[in-house]
């Protein structure tokens, strides 16, 4: 019997020693976590005075109706948000 593959969102850590982005994707659990994404929803970029979040909330929703579920890092940055 085949396992279903959930999907999942979360962090993508891109960049070079001590100047990351973060890549919020979507990618299946079972691969490993620089593999293929499935999409990419976002970014977050601590570096900048001002933390610099940029998501797309209608593909965020999507995924989520589709069955994916967050990261536990991800949830909480949404919580943050209200979201």
């Known amino acids: 019997m085949r396992r279903a593959k959930k999907a999942v969102i979360r962090y993508w ?3 070079h020693k001590g100047y ?3 890549h919020i994707v ?3 659990s079972s691969k490993r976590a620089r593999g293929p994404c499935l999409e990419r929803l976002g970014y977050l970029n601590p570096q900048k ?3 610099q979040l940029v998501i797309n909330l209608a593909r965020l929703a999507f995924w ?3 069955g994916a579920y967050l990261h ?4 909480r940055l949404l919580s943050y948000l209200a979201f």
């Open 26 to 28: 979507v990618i299946f």
């Open 13 to 15: 850590r891109r960049g």
């Open 72 to 75: 536990p890092h991800v949830a």
């Open 20 to 22: 990351a982005v973060y």
């Open 49 to 51: 005075k001002e933390r």
């Open 64 to 66: 989520l109706n589709k």
